[in-house]
């Protein structure tokens, strides 16, 4: 069930949010590859997420995640409003000292190059939703950790979702991806877990 | 990248953002203007003109304005979770606390510029130390924004942040506020050793409360 730590680990990790225990006792190795977190609405997956992250308050436990702060795209874009998607990730990547890199080609890889110098607030969902995921390629961090990353994308976007992920995966990083829609990267996946009620295990 | 670099990218990201969608600044403008126009009338002139009341009246303005602008700033954070993506980052709790303190204080001097004009145009005050004044006006906007977003941060999520922001900082800020406006109003009268006085106040407390939110804010903010 466990694996030898490599790019991330949480070691019998606990969280406890307003008096309620949401991960119980979790122990999960991630090195180079795809791994699928499944679960029931309320199981605890994007509290798993953000403690590998290091946004959610462990009660008990040690997270380790080596080769810099992982990149952790959330429910919601987490892109600031007033800036433009350009911006956005020229200072995301500038403040993890990458420099702006190839963000326009970025984002025009992932249909945005008529809408990356607009402000971010008025793209649709969607087009917010492409421009936090182009972070994959801006960021190229060891550790890519994607909470629903479905949501809100179309057919094309799907498209370059799986293809940004696969990049990811020959590059050597390890992509934890919590998903309902698990049957979309299922055959890329070299693990898959189910988290039930703060408890995790492998299928 | 150093800390310092990582801070000022943190306060450029701030006022990219306020410059596209000034709604903190309009408000906090619209908000000192009315405070001032107000203040002076209800006191009648004789009275709104006393160095004192005209110091107060105007700090107190710059007080509630600089809650304004670091609400409004943290509101634009947590529309879509965009903190969570600084708070992920290396260095970026302090980063995020001291970029915030730089670019609210420059917003907030821009604020405190064009009410200190519209003060001194309305109430035809006469200024004796000018430079005086000016000193006391910058350690001032610097001393208000380091207690304001240390609360904020540390209010986050909670739900009547905006009522609770003012509730828990003012009281924290009232030795700042009285240093504000009696060393305006040392600097209005003349009293140039009194104004010094007040000035080093304000900037040992912009020192103390600036190391202390970079101390408390890692380990502080959910």
Redesign the interface.
């Known amino acids: 069930m466990r694996r030898v730590p490599e790019n991330a680990s949480l070691n019998d990790v606990t969280v406890v949010l307003d008096d309620r225990a949401i991960l119980r006792g979790i122990s999960l190795g991630l090195g180079p590859g795809l791994t699928l977190l499944r679960g029931p609405n309320g199981a605890g997956k994007t509290t798993l997420l953000r403690a590998l ?3 959610a ?1 462990l009660a008990r436990g040690r997270r380790s995640v080596s080769g ?3 990149l ?1 795209i ?10 433009t998607a350009r ?2 990730l020229a ?2 990547a ?4 990458l420099g702006a890199g190839d963000v326009a080609g970025a984002l025009r890889a992932w249909g945005l190059a008529g809408e990356m110098d607009r ?3 008025r793209l649709s969902a969607g087009q ?1 939703r492409r421009a936090s995921l182009a972070r994959i390629e801006t960021e190229q961090m060891p550790l890519v950790l994607l909470d629903e990353p479905f949501a809100d994308l179309d057919s094309d976007a799907l498209v370059r979702l799986r293809a940004a992920i696969n990049t990811a995966l020959v590059r050597g990083q390890a992509v934890l991806m919590a998903t309902h829609m698990h049957h979309e990267l299922d055959q890329d996946a070299t693990h898959r877990y189910v988290l039930d009620d703060g408890a995790l295990r492998e299928v | 990248m150093n800390a310092l670099d990582r801070a000022l990218l943190v306060a450029a990201r701030e006022l990219a953002a306020e410059r596209r969608r000034p709604d903190g600044f309009v408000a906090a403008l619209t908000f000192t203007a009315l405070l001032v126009l107000m203040e002076s009338l209800a006191f009648g002139p004789g009275q709104a003109r006393q160095p004192g009341v005209a110091s107060a009246l105007y700090w107190i303005a710059i007080l509630f304005a600089a809650t304004l602008v670091a609400t409004r700033s943290f509101d634009r954070e947590l529309e879509d979770d965009a903190i969570d993506a600084v708070l992920v980052l290396d260095g970026g709790r302090e980063a995020l606390y001291a970029g915030k303190v730089i670019a609210i204080a420059i917003v907030l001097a821009i604020v405190a510029l064009a009410a200190a004009v519209l003060s001194l145009v309305l109430l035809d005050l006469g200024v004796a130390l000018a430079g005086h004044l000016v000193l006391v006006g910058v350690l001032g906007i610097l001393a208000l924004p380091p207690v304001i977003v240390l609360v904020t941060l540390l209010a986050l999520r909670v739900r009547a942040r905006v009522a609770l922001v003012p509730i828990l900082s003012f009281p924290i800020l009232m030795p700042q506020l009285v240093a504000c406006t009696q060393g305006a109003a040392a600097a209005l009268t003349g009293d140039a050793s009194a104004a010094l006085g007040w000035a080093g106040i304000l900037a040992a407390f912009a020192l103390v409360y600036g190391v202390l939110g970079l101390t408390i804010v890692p380990a502080a903010i959910e």
């Not at chain 1, 500038?94 to 000292?97: E, Y």
């Open positions: 992250a290091g946004l308050p810099g702060p992982p952790y959330g429910h919601r874009p987490m892109l600031l409003s007033g800036l911006e956005n200072f995301l500038a403040f993890r000292g402000p971010i607030e917010r």
